[in-house]
């Protein structure tokens, strides 16, 4: 269990690294709560509020949160939410740094953003039907390139090879394309795949061992060979944007030709599902274009 006290005296430590990591940014870093079970909401709207953030609404809360608004941004650490780790075998300040670092770098690709695109707008979770692809992208970047500087945070002081074994790791990759295909029964989970591909990508126990076996990462998780042939257009575009220098950078094409590919994968995926669960999407979308 991850007591408050611990939980605060860790932040400095793990901003001052992050900082050592990413190059400077001409915004002020965000004020980091550390919030107790018993104001977990009433925090959050406050900080909403106060910063004019569109993060009115949510669906469900998870271990940390970043607020992005108007007047500035917050991290929310939610006390009621970091107990559940295994008590066994796991570093709880590295897993703690890890998590921090993702939400960290959350902030710094939505201040990095190429000015005037707003891409922040699509983070809320109404549908904006008019350009839906757009908004998917979003989705899936905003979880892949947050979860990219975490783990080249934690790479940078070699804690993930230290705190998971890569039977760990496999096992987590399992879970996340688990959670892409399997979770919902007409969707495909975007935020899973973006984290699998940043896992897949830029952790260094999982890179080193996919280059030293000669595996496609892909391939050893019992992917439907139907899916392939997109998710490895997918991770060629990833691995492009990668290689540029401010790799954090993106814009509305790129994000767009995100969103086109994800719902290629649920086009599919609805192609070779059940005629019930055919049926219902389509109940569903029709009550939905009658409130349009």
Not at 110 to 130: A, S, T, V, W
């Amino acid at each position: 269990m991850l007591y408050i006290s611990q939980m605060k005296g860790w932040i400095s430590e793990t901003v001052a690294h992050f900082k050592e990591v990413m190059p400077e940014i001409d915004v002020p870093y965000p004020e980091i709560f550390v919030v107790s079970t018993n104001k977990t909401l009433e925090t959050r709207a406050s900080v909403v509020e106060r910063l004019r953030s569109p993060q009115k609404n949510v669906l469900y809360i998870s271990k940390m949160e970043t607020i992005h608004g108007e007047n500035g941004d917050a991290i929310l650490i939610y006390q009621k939410y970091m107990t559940d780790f295994p008590t066994q075998n796991i570093d709880l300040k590295s897993l703690f740094q890890h998590y921090l670092w993702h939400e960290l770098g959350r902030f710094f690709a939505i201040n990095m953003e190429c000015p005037g695109e707003n891409l922040f707008r699509y983070i809320d979770q109404k549908l904006h039907f008019e350009d839906f692809t757009s908004q998917l992208g979003y989705w899936f970047w905003s979880e892949f390139i947050a979860e990219v500087i975490a783990c080249r945070c934690s790479n940078a002081v070699d804690c993930s090879t230290e705190t998971f074994s890569i039977n760990d790791k496999k096992t987590e990759l399992s879970v996340l394309i688990n959670d892409t295909f399997c979770k919902y029964e007409d969707f495909i989970d975007q935020f899973a795949l973006g984290k699998y591909y940043a896992k897949l990508l830029t952790d260094k126990t999982i890179h080193e061992f996919v280059k030293d076996e000669n595996e496609e990462g892909l391939t050893t998780l019992n992917i439907p060979n139907y899916y392939l042939p997109l998710l490895n257009e997918l991770q060629i575009m990833l691995e492009t944007q990668l290689s540029h220098d401010q790799y954090w950078s993106t814009n509305i094409d790129f994000v767009t030709d995100i969103g086109h590919v994800i719902e290629e994968l649920r086009n599919i995926k609805l192609m070779h599902s059940s005629q019930e669960t055919f049926g219902k999407l389509l109940h569903g979308l029709s009550g939905a274009n009658d409130n349009i």
